[in-house]
């Protein structure tokens, strides 16, 4: 069982940078593949960014491209998403999530666990 916690959320201005933090209770976290992805009201979830096991290969959606950067520290359990130029459209749940098999994948349903979000909201 793999416990997630994000943290760092909060409320914004437009222009702005953030960067959340998701903690992992797991022994082996570096022999998972993490990925961040956000929700907001009425609208499905999303990838966001994915970074492999050993923090080499990175890859995010074409929304935030160009201004996020995921990393993780395999020695201090957590992953992190840095994002920058923060827009109204980004406000949203975000989601940290654990993948046991396999590498990156835009796809919900194939990260095995999931943290409980933390809200990030974006003022105009």
């Known amino acids: 069982q793999v416990q997630l916690v994000e943290s760092g959320g909060g409320l914004v201005q437009a222009g702005d940078s953030l960067r959340l933090s998701c903690a992992a209770s797991?022994?082996?976290?570096?022999?998972?593949?993490m990925g961040w992805f956000r929700q907001a009201p009425g609208k499905e979830r999303e990838f966001v960014a994915g970074?492999?096991?050993?923090?080499?290969?990175?890859y995010f959606g074409d929304s935030v491209k160009g201004r996020s950067t995921i990393s993780r520290d395999n020695a201090k359990n957590t992953v992190y998403l840095q994002m920058s130029s923060l827009k109204p459209e980004d406000a949203a749940v975000y989601y940290c999530?654990?993948?046991?098999?396999?590498?990156?994948?835009?796809?919900?349903?194939?990260?095995?666990?999931w943290g409980q979000g933390t809200q990030v909201t974006v003022s105009s």
């Open positions: 797991v022994r082996t976290f570096s022999s998972y593949t």
């Open positions: 970074i492999n096991r050993s923090g080499g290969i990175t």
């Open positions: 999530a654990a993948r046991k098999y396999g590498g990156i994948t835009t796809t919900v349903d194939e990260y095995d666990y």
